[in-house]
């Protein structure tokens, strides 16, 4: 699908082939990363430059992902996006904690448009309850692995029966 079908309020879900991309899809399946499309830019929570906005075709230039769009029907985009320009600056996330100023993408998303369940969160591989991934993830960062933590994460939020399918970005 051409740029031309996004709309504000649409929500641009991805995966990468980074070690970090592949531990979370490993434990969510399918999406690692999530951002809302408003006015042709692009808003997200990235490890790089925290919560932020950028050009939505600077965005795609700098990474290369497939891109799935997903729409919520009764989004009142101007609130949302609102909403959104709040959150500018802020740090990103790194631990995935809840409640300490900071945010990963999809706790983001939906703390700026909360339609979303909260859900305990994961970090194994199907093997171990904690992937070796992550455990040297938070072994680096010298605290424990949150498991069962209140979060959320993009495949999840893909899951939504109040989000509808749009199709692949082109």
């Known amino acids: 699908m051409n740029k031309s079908v996004l709309q504000n309020g649409d929500l641009l879900f991805m995966s990468d082939e980074s070690d970090l991309s592949k531990a979370i899809i490993e434990t969510t399946e399918k999406y690692s990363h999530v951002g809302i ?4 830019m692009f808003y997200h929570a990235s490890r790089k430059r925290g919560v932020a906005k950028q050009k939505l075709e600077e965005y795609l230039s700098e990474e290369k992902h497939e891109i799935f769009i997903y729409r ?3 989004i009142d985009a101007e609130i949302i996006k609102d909403r959104a320009e709040k959150y500018l ?3 990103y996330n ?3 904690y809840p409640d300490n100023g900071q945010f990963y993408c999809s706790q983001y998303i939906a703390e700026i448009l909360p339609i979303f369940d909260v859900v305990p969160m994961k970090f194994g591989d199907g093997k171990k309850e904690i992937s070796d991934y992550w455990k040297k ?3 680096e960062l010298g ?3 949150p498991v069962g933590q209140p979060g959320t994460n993009p495949g999840q939020l893909a899951k ?3 989000l509808h399918y749009i199709g692949k970005l082109d």
């Not at 499309?37 to 042709?40: K, S």
Request: a negative charge.
């Open 72 to 74: 919520y029907p009764e």
């Open 160 to 162: 939504s029966q109040k």
């Open 143 to 145: 605290v424990p692995v």
């Open 89 to 91: 600056g802020c740090q």
């Open 94 to 96: 790194h631990s995935f």
């Open 37 to 40: 499309f408003f006015d042709g």
């Open 137 to 139: 993830y938070y072994e």
